[in-house]
């Protein structure tokens, strides 16, 4: 069979219907099984959308917004908006009302299409804001009918599309039409970033640069018809968004998890072959199997240790080209009945790899993953890139790399480090702000704002943000995440963040695991934070974590003072972003009192 292929993300749901018919193609899980599309009902649903967007007044080039959850409905909204020629505007559906207000005044957003009542309230707070703002769709009909002509549901203008395709003659030929007609170059989404510092930019992707991005990720990452996928990160992040395009350009049946929460319920429900996450992800997948283990009888945690070491002989051998030792061979199969396969069942049992992104994966928690027999491949881009840059080999993975740069892109460093990128996936540019779009695109190349190196083989290294990294009052630069990470690896510690710029040396904010702390000291989980990190034994415990970490760093990166903080970072306290990098500068003013203390 030919190798297929697509001009523009307008085409995906011809090519979908027509390549890979299936019965379940697109599903979500709920409290009592799945809401499932078939191939044919998911393009005839993006087919009546896109000319109900139409008669509401959508053209090519209008921008449309999507604020949902991620969820079946979202694919079809974006790939109907795509169809009428109009630009997707995605929404993190965590985003106060102002953020929200900001994304749409910046845009200049024609029509909403929102995921519920809940998000359809903070459109309504801010659209006497919002001149350009015409119409509010929402997807979960509400318990009353919208009272205003300007508001209406997303199944009404589904019907009014479809009513049109019934009364019109030869609609369906020029849909058809008007979709081949689509250009690579046009505009397809306007995705704003996460904005870890500042107003988030837009980031303008045309149908080229994502489909360049799709086909050369298709050629690194191997998904077939056969595989099931379950999704639970947001696709209004470009992330997951280039990974639900890839499955459905190869027919993988995706599944999206019913909620952030149901994440554990919904994975042992669909045992996916294939899924993506964020290292946080499965740092926690990680710290849960050691806290476990922890709490067990010594005989348990020496079978623990045993059988991990049997499978990093075997299991993780390809990191590192060594050959397993006749013993770990044989071994193996018990070492995997007894502890390995358990470990995977936490996850389905059935899973080929995992695919993680959005931020470096500890070197610990990624050989943990090899060993417990879950390949994992590690990825590396930004939205400005749509987004992948590079992509660990299948079949040749290196721990501590970002992998190699996909076909079609090129890679160098700058004299001080900053990875720029070319390719034709690379954005237009800002939207609105040609200042910063000349600036991030200098000389034809994107400036990632990361600093990396190459090792012998061409694989790159991320050590850290160049805007990010701390300059001490004694000039000495310190790369905070790898040191973080460090940190993160214990299981006691949920996040940690560095500071010490400009002062006269490191220190570390500690936010706890407050369910593993109260489970270790012997408390309720509902025990007083505040009072939890005071005590004497838990400060000694945590004086333990960071001594450790201390004793493999040189001098001037080492902390010489730290603080737990009795709080946990969250996305809706805003000191997170949606994908769950950290807001420095939010985080320093949060906890202000708590940074002057360690300079003190």
Not at 62 to 76: F, G, Y
Not at 342 to 359: D, E
Not at 533 to 549: G, L, P
Request: aromatic share 6%; glycine share 8%.
């Amino acid at each position: 069979m030919d190798e297929p292929t697509i001009s523009t993300l307008a085409d995906l749901p011809f090519h979908v219907a027509g390549r890979h018919p299936k019965p379940e193609l697109v599903r979500r899980c709920t409290a009592d099984g799945y809401d499932s599309y078939a191939s044919r009902e998911l393009f005839e649903r993006i087919r009546d959308l896109s000319l109900g967007l139409t008669g509401l007044g959508v053209r090519p080039g209008r921008r449309v917004a999507l604020l949902s959850d991620s969820r079946p409905e979202w694919v079809i909204a974006d790939l109907a908006i795509l169809t009428c020629g109009a630009v997707t505007v995605p929404i993190y559906p965590t985003l106060p009302a102002a953020q929200v207000r900001y994304i749409l005044a910046d845009s200049g957003a024609t029509v909403v299409v929102a995921a519920d009542e809940t998000q359809a309230a903070k459109v309504r707070a801010v659209w006497p804001e919002l001149p350009d703002l015409r119409a509010l769709v929402v997807i979960d009909e509400p318990a009353e009918a919208p009272t205003s002509g300007r508001e209406m549901t997303c199944a009404a203008v589904q019907a009014r599309g479809h009513q049109r395709l019934m009364r019109e003659d030869g609609l369906a030929r020029r849909y058809k039409e008007a979709v081949a007609a689509i250009a690579p170059d046009q505009l397809a989404a306007i995705i704003y970033t996460s904005g870890t510092t500042g107003d988030p930019k837009g980031v303008m992707l045309t149908h080229g640069a994502i489909v360049a991005n799709l086909l050369d990720v298709s050629t690194m990452v191997r998904v077939t018809q056969d595989d099931e996928a379950l999704s639970f990160l947001p696709l209004s992040h470009a992330f997951e968004h280039i990974v639900i395009y890839l499955y459905l350009f190869r027919g993988t049946t995706v599944t999206f998890a019913e909620s952030l929460d149901t994440v554990a319920r919904d994975m042992l429900r669909v045992r996916p072959t294939v899924m993506t996450g964020v290292p946080r992800v499965y740092e926690k997948l990680h710290a849960r199997v050691l806290e476990a283990v922890a709490q067990g009888s010594a005989v348990r945690q020496g079978l623990f240790r045993w059988a991990m070491g049997v499978g990093r002989a075997c299991n993780a051998a390809p990191l590192s080209g060594d050959q397993p030792s006749g013993y770990a061979r044989a071994a193996l199969p018990l070492a995997d009945r007894l502890v390995l396969s358990k470990v995977r069942a936490r996850t389905g049992g059935r899973l080929r790899y995992v695919v993680s992104g959005g931020a470096p994966l500890s070197v610990a928690v990624g050989e943990f993953l090899f060993t417990v027999g879950i390949p994992v491949i590690e990825g590396y881009g930004l939205t400005e890139t749509a987004p992948v840059l590079t992509v660990n080999p299948e079949d040749a993975p290196r721990l501590g790399t970002v992998g190699k740069a996909l076909p079609r892109v090129e890679l160098r460093l700058a004299d001080d480090g900053e990875v720029l990128a070319r390719g034709p996936n690379l954005m237009q540019g800002y939207y609105g702000k040609a200042e910063a779009t000349a600036e991030a695109l200098a000389g034809g190349w994107f400036h990632t704002g990361d600093i990396g190196q190459f090792d012998d083989d061409g694989y790159l290294v991320i050590t850290d943000r160049k805007k990010e990294l701390l300059v001490t009052a004694g000039g000495k630069n310190v790369a905070p995440q790898p040191i973080e990470q460090e940190l993160k690896q214990h299981p006691l510690v949920a996040e940690a963040v560095l500071v010490g710029d400009r002062q006269p040396y490191v220190a570390a904010l500690i936010m706890p695991d407050f369910a593993a702390l109260a489970a270790a000291m012997g408390e309720p989980a509902a025990a007083d934070r505040a009072a939890l990190v005071a005590r004497a034994d838990v400060q000694r415990r945590f004086d333990a974590v960071v001594e450790a970490v201390n004793a493999a760093l040189p001098r001037h990166e080492q902390l010489r003072k730290h603080v737990l903080v009795p709080a946990e970072l969250s996305v809706a306290s805003g000191e997170l972003t949606p994908t769950l990098k950290i807001k420095r500068r939010v985080v320093a003013e949060k906890w202000r009192d708590y940074i002057e203390a360690l300079y003190a």
